[in-house]
């Protein structure tokens, strides 16, 4: 069975880093594109940045660009998200999202989410 292991969350203080980590664990197979969403309270959930299945291109949410840089390393079956420069409005739960398949195999994978709390 296939899960995925977050790692990273904590509470920050404003101007701060955090290192957020997901790896897949069981046979998942090959992955495609990775994503991280947040969801903060009273909010929809969000997607903060996005990676190509090699890892050469990436998308992010224009509340994190220059701020946030998201990686991947395929021999780990793992996605990280470099969190820089933390607000208090980046407060929120971190899901990471990974993609199988194709057509009528595709499928979405996702994380059991880690709490970021950038607060002073």
């Known amino acids: 069975q296939v899960q995925l292991v977050e790692s990273g969350g904590g509470l920050v203080q404003p101007g701060g880093s955090l290192r957020l980590s997901c790896a897949a664990t069981?046979?998942?197979?090959?992955?495609?594109?990775m994503r991280w969403y947040r969801h903060a309270p009273g909010k929809q959930r969000e997607m903060v940045a996005f990676?190509?299945?090699?890892?050469?291109?990436?998308y992010y949410a224009e509340f994190v660009k220059g701020r946030f840089g998201i990686s991947r390393d395929n021999a780990k079956n793992t996605v990280y998200l470099q969190m820089n420069s933390l607000k208090p409005e980046d407060t929120a739960v971190y899901y990471c999202?990974?993609?199988?398949?194709?057509?009528?195999?595709?499928?979405?994978?996702w994380g059991q989410g880690t709490q970021v709390t950038i607060s002073s």
């Open positions: 069981g046979s998942i197979g090959h992955i495609n594109e």
């Open positions: 990676i190509n299945s090699s890892g050469t291109g990436t």
């Open positions: 999202n990974m993609h199988t398949g194709v057509n009528a195999n595709a499928k979405d994978h």
